[in-house]
């Protein structure tokens, strides 16, 4: 049976609260129509019966060709055209509060990203958040817009049937489903078979493999350059050869006892035990022989629906991991801005670090009661051995974290106290790792100031050395980045510099961070 994704304290739960409501209303609706449109089974049992319950007369033949079977046929086709307009009218509600909830969790998330501390992003690869944004919030798409709608087939048809078989007969309706639960029985024991160290092994053969191949995909220019390419091609097939060996070993010993619950409930499977017990009553005189048929119409085609349950219940599994972690960046600590009664405008360009303090993990200070000035109009280089801090004071001048103790002043005002955005345009920085959006030339220079003027974008461009070099792509400032504008590294870092140059800050700031930033 499908694990709910509702249950209590799930992060699917969570995700999902905004549009739970509609979500019930598709999968009740999706149940009801399924029910409807297996209503001509029983239109076809009862004109059936009709026509083998006895010797064929004038009477019965016009039963058949009359009005009886006529009524039958309309009610069948009325009910099956019902059930198809819910099953339709099902599938829209789902998908629209999809459509819905992935709007909302998209923007909440790049409203979340926006308020984050820069320096949140360099302790986190790019395809960290390209996850969640996109496989993520996609895998909760077809949780959202298909779960539910399946789910509510599939009960709804086993229900109706379960119902319509036990309305015929009890006895042989209680025979005719003896093949479902002997399923769920063979099904936990094979579950049960699966040995915890055969598990944990596994899952490590699968980290180990996936953390091989990120690595051999994104040094292979280097192993080949170094000539080193045995070694990382035998890295890569140890990775592959272990994760093999244990998933053999993982899924050796479900083979048989998944393929025996599965060959239980075969539809072939099912009507032999109907017509092996539906003989044995018509023998005892319990039932006549035209009250076998349906249940073997209907019986076999319990099967379908009951291993679809078993099938999307995996769905809900990966469903899991998946808002667990829109919710982890959903919950990311954003940076604190001050209140508006508390905001501090800096008067004047000086910038004090005032025995400043930080720590990136408890008892572990890369900074200890730091204080120096940065005086109007000078220039400040940072020298220090590899790992001293460097790095790490500038981007507490740019509020990437703030000060563990201590405090950074621009002329005279708390960094914490100056609005984000105020900080950011008297602070103009440049990253070693250069990152230009897909758009214009000018739209990328502009980025800090939109509504600056060609002329002054082209003077920001002069002051960085690119002007000359942008005017000779295929359009000029008009170049999309991506498309037509293709710029080498130190050109595409010369941009950067013009960007920071246009916002005409009080402090300039070159800054060096990881690569995975």
């Given at each position: 049976?499908?694990?709910?994704?509702?249950?209590?304290?799930?992060?699917?739960?969570?995700?999902?609260?905004?549009?739970?409501?509609?979500?019930?209303?598709?999968?009740?609706?999706?149940?009801?129509?399924?029910?409807?449109?297996?209503?001509?089974?029983?239109?076809?049992?009862?004109?059936?019966?009709?026509?083998?319950?006895?010797?064929?007369?004038?009477?019965?033949?016009?039963?058949?060709?009359?009005?009886?079977?006529?009524?039958?046929?309309?009610?069948?086709?009325?009910?099956?055209?019902?059930?198809?307009?819910?099953?339709?009218?099902?599938?829209?509600?789902?998908?629209?509060?999809?459509?819905?909830?992935?709007?909302?969790?998209?923007?909440?998330?790049?409203?979340?990203?926006?308020?984050?501390?820069?320096?949140?992003?360099?302790?986190?690869?790019?395809?960290e958040v390209k996850q969640v944004l996109q496989d993520d919030i996609g895998t909760l798409h077809e949780l959202t817009a298909h779960f539910y709608t399946t789910t509510g087939r599939a009960v709804g048809a086993i229900l109706i049937s379960v119902v319509y078989l036990f309305a015929m007969d009890w006895r042989m309706a209680i025979v005719s489903l003896l093949p479902f639960p002997a399923f769920h029985l063979v099904f936990g024991a094979a579950k049960k078979a699966i040995d915890e160290k055969n598990m944990t092994a596994f899952v490590a053969g699968q980290t180990r493999l996936n953390s091989t191949v990120a690595e051999f995909v994104s040094g292979i220019s280097t192993v080949k350059a170094f000539?080193?390419?045995?070694?990382?091609?035998?890295?890569?097939?140890?990775?592959?050869?272990?994760?093999?060996?244990?998933?053999?070993?993982?899924?050796?010993?479900?083979?048989?006892?998944?393929?025996?619950?599965?060959?239980?409930?075969?539809?072939?499977?099912?009507?032999?035990?109907?017509?092996?017990?539906?003989?044995?009553?018509?023998?005892?005189?319990?039932i006549a022989p035209i009250d076998v048929l349906p249940f073997a119409l209907v019986a076999p085609g319990i099967s379908a629906p009951l291993l679809l349950l078993g099938f999307i219940a995996h769905g809900v599994a990966h469903a899991m991991g998946a808002a667990q972690r829109v919710l982890a960046l959903l919950d990311t600590p954003v940076l604190a801005q001050p209140e508006p009664a508390l905001r501090q405008q800096p008067a004047g360009n000086e910038i004090r670090f005032e025995h400043v303090s930080y720590a990136y993990d408890a008892g572990e200070p890369v900074l200890s009661d730091v204080s120096f000035t940065l005086e109007t109009g000078s220039v400040t280089a940072l020298v220090g051995a590899s790992g001293s801090g460097k790095s790490t004071l500038a981007r507490l001048l740019l509020r990437f974290f703030d000060p563990t103790q201590g405090r950074i002043t621009l002329g005279g005002a708390d960094l914490r106290l100056v609005e984000t955005a105020g900080l950011y345009r008297r602070i103009g920085f440049v990253l070693q790792e250069v990152r230009l959006i897909h758009a214009s030339v000018r739209d990328n220079i502009a980025l800090g100031r939109p509504d600056a003027s060609l002329q002054e974008i082209q003077d920001a461009a002069r002051a960085a050395n690119i002007h000359e070099r942008i005017l000779a792509l295929p359009r000029g400032y008009d170049s999309v980045f991506g498309d037509d504008a293709r710029l080498s590294g130190g050109e595409a870092q010369r941009v950067s510099v013009a960007r920071a140059v246009l916002l005409d800050p009080v402090s300039y700031t070159h800054l060096t961070l990881p690569t995975k930033a």
């Amino acid at each position: 049976m499908a694990v709910s994704p509702a249950s209590p304290a799930s992060p699917v739960r969570r995700v999902l609260r905004p549009i739970r409501g509609r979500l019930t209303c598709a999968a009740v609706l999706a149940g009801l129509g399924a029910m409807l449109m297996l209503a001509p089974l029983a239109g076809i049992v009862h004109i059936a019966g009709i026509a083998l319950g006895g010797p064929v007369s004038a009477t019965t033949i016009g039963r058949i060709l009359g009005g009886d079977i006529g009524h039958t046929v309309i009610v069948s086709l009325a009910c099956l055209f019902a059930g198809i307009v819910l099953a339709c009218a099902a599938e829209l509600v789902a998908h629209l509060a999809d459509n819905r909830n992935t709007h909302r969790l998209r923007l909440a998330v790049m409203q979340r990203l926006a308020q984050v501390p820069l320096g949140w992003f360099t302790g986190r690869a790019s395809g960290e958040v390209k996850q969640v944004l996109q496989d993520d919030i996609g895998t909760l798409h077809e949780l959202t817009a298909h779960f539910y709608t399946t789910t509510g087939r599939a009960v709804g048809a086993i229900l109706i049937s379960v119902v319509y078989l036990f309305a015929m007969d009890w006895r042989m309706a209680i025979v005719s489903l003896l093949p479902f639960p002997a399923f769920h029985l063979v099904f936990g024991a094979a579950k049960k078979a699966i040995d915890e160290k055969n598990m944990t092994a596994f899952v490590a053969g699968q980290t180990r493999l996936n953390s091989t191949v990120a690595e051999f995909v994104s040094g292979i220019s280097t192993v080949k350059a170094f000539g080193a390419t045995g070694k990382a091609h035998g890295s890569y097939r140890q990775a592959v050869d272990g994760f093999a060996t244990a998933f053999l070993a993982f899924t050796r010993p479900l083979v048989a006892p998944l393929a025996n619950a599965n060959a239980l409930i075969a539809p072939a499977a099912v009507l032999a035990v109907v017509l092996a017990f539906g003989t044995l009553f018509v023998v005892l005189g319990w039932i006549a022989p035209i009250d076998v048929l349906p249940f073997a119409l209907v019986a076999p085609g319990i099967s379908a629906p009951l291993l679809l349950l078993g099938f999307i219940a995996h769905g809900v599994a990966h469903a899991m991991g998946a808002a667990q972690r829109v919710l982890a960046l959903l919950d990311t600590p954003v940076l604190a801005q001050p209140e508006p009664a508390l905001r501090q405008q800096p008067a004047g360009n000086e910038i004090r670090f005032e025995h400043v303090s930080y720590a990136y993990d408890a008892g572990e200070p890369v900074l200890s009661d730091v204080s120096f000035t940065l005086e109007t109009g000078s220039v400040t280089a940072l020298v220090g051995a590899s790992g001293s801090g460097k790095s790490t004071l500038a981007r507490l001048l740019l509020r990437f974290f703030d000060p563990t103790q201590g405090r950074i002043t621009l002329g005279g005002a708390d960094l914490r106290l100056v609005e984000t955005a105020g900080l950011y345009r008297r602070i103009g920085f440049v990253l070693q790792e250069v990152r230009l959006i897909h758009a214009s030339v000018r739209d990328n220079i502009a980025l800090g100031r939109p509504d600056a003027s060609l002329q002054e974008i082209q003077d920001a461009a002069r002051a960085a050395n690119i002007h000359e070099r942008i005017l000779a792509l295929p359009r000029g400032y008009d170049s999309v980045f991506g498309d037509d504008a293709r710029l080498s590294g130190g050109e595409a870092q010369r941009v950067s510099v013009a960007r920071a140059v246009l916002l005409d800050p009080v402090s300039y700031t070159h800054l060096t961070l990881p690569t995975k930033a």
